[in-house]
Nanobody
Framework: QVQLVESGGGLVQPGGSLRLSCAAT????????MYWLRQAPGKGLEWVSN????????YYADSVKGRFTISRDNAQNTLYLQMNNPKPEDTAVYYC????????????WGQGTQVTVSS
């Protein structure tokens, strides 16, 4: 069955860096666009970034553009989010997700990984 497992979260200082990973199993990873989303305490779900199947098209929310980088390794079935210069407002649970066969909805999510940005 489809499984998405995030890792790499933790406590990071403002201005530091952190890399999140999402290990994918149970489907043909290279055939699907992938997404990162996050949910801050007391707030709704927010789209962060997404990437096409080949990894050469990437999109970012304005709030993270220029600081975060999404990438993927199709040989390793792994999605990444490199977080540089994080800010306290980036504190959230981060989720990876895959699109469904139509490409217009997300059908599987990971369990999330907590990122806390604080000095």
């Amino acid at each position: 069955q489809v499984q998405l497992v995030e890792s790499g979260g933790g406590l990071v200082q403002p201005g530091g860096s952190l890399r999140l990973s999402c290990a994918a199993t149970g489907f043909t990873f290279s055939s699907y666009w992938m997404y990162w989303l996050r949910q801050a305490p007391g707030k709704g779900l927010e789209w962060v970034s997404n990437i096409n199947t080949g990894g050469d098209m990437t999109y970012y929310a304005d709030s993270v553009k220029g600081r975060f980088t999404i990438s993927r390794d199709n040989a390793q079935n792994t999605l990444y989010l490199q977080m540089n210069n994080p800010k306290p407002e980036d504190t959230a649970v981060y989720y990876c997700a895959k699109v469904n066969h139509t490409g217009y909805a997300l059908d599987y999510w990971g369990q999330g990984t907590q990122v806390t940005v604080s000095s």
